[in-house]
């Protein structure tokens, strides 16, 4: 099962770009990397998934470089209401297995 | 569109009582059924999954069990809540294959106080 490490905090400014980078250095060919997002008193949220090189959807992007060993979340102009705790996961796409979500990274977005 | 439900939000219980609780899921078919808990200020640690009814996996040791009786239906139980059952615990869904890299869609969560 291939762990992940993230920093346990960030602090940023609104209107900011944020990279948060997660490292997996025992991640497995077919495990697939996938960021959540969770507010206080509520469950995560889905917020993208990748295998390699660059992800892009309306929320952020994800860039995983060719070892595949760590991944960077990047959130583009941040606002108050994205501070959350986010929560990068690594794991096959099927065949489910004891995944591990980790204590995440806490983003502390200030005006 | 696809909901899911937990209930209560919020649960206070003595040490030793009995516990159930509460998740469906509306709008999808054979989903894939998740209990995880979360300690105070730590990550989620998965409990439970289900592929199908009367079908649950366990992750850890532990006082509880859980049950599958209807399809989008998951129920998580204790005998006996120990203090140490205390948390905040979510249910989630996913469909598909079950796996860790599914996207999982998680209901707003149970807070368990044990007293």
């Known amino acids: 099962l291939a762990k992940t490490t993230q920093p346990i905090s960030m602090d940023s400014y609104e209107g900011q770009e944020v990279n948060i980078t997660c490292s997996h250095n025992n991640i497995a060919t077919n495990d697939y990397i996938t960021w959540y997002q969770q507010f206080p008193s509520q469950g995560p949220r889905f917020i993208i998934q990748g295998y390699k090189t660059k992800v892009t959807n309306e929320v952020a992007s994800l860039f995983i470089p060719a070892d595949r060993k760590s991944s960077t979340l990047s959130l583009p102009r941040v606002s108050l209401s994205d501070t959350a705790v986010y929560y990068c996961l690594v794991g096959p796409l099927y065949n489910f297995n004891k995944f591990y979500f980790g204590s995440g990274t806490k983003l502390n977005v200030k005006p | 569109s696809q909901t899911i439900h937990q209930w209560p939000a919020t649960l206070v219980q003595p040490v030793g009582s009995p516990l159930s609780l509460e998740c469906t899921v509306e709008g999808t078919s054979n989903p894939n059924l998740y209990w995880y808990r979360q300690a105070a200020g730590r990550g989620l640690q998965l409990l439970f999954y289900?592929?199908?009814?009367?079908?649950i996996s366990s992750e850890v040791p532990q006082n509880l069990s859980a049950s599958r009786p209807q399809d989008r239906q998951f129920i998580l139980s204790s005998k006996k809540l120990l203090l140490s059952d205390s948390g905040f615990y979510l249910c989630?869904?996913?469909?598909?294959?079950?796996?860790?890299?599914?996207?999982?869609?998680f209901g707003d969560g149970t807070r368990l106080s044990i007293l």
């Open positions: 289900s592929v199908g009814i009367g079908q």
């Open positions: 989630a869904w996913s469909v598909g294959q079950a796996g860790a890299g599914e996207p999982q869609h």
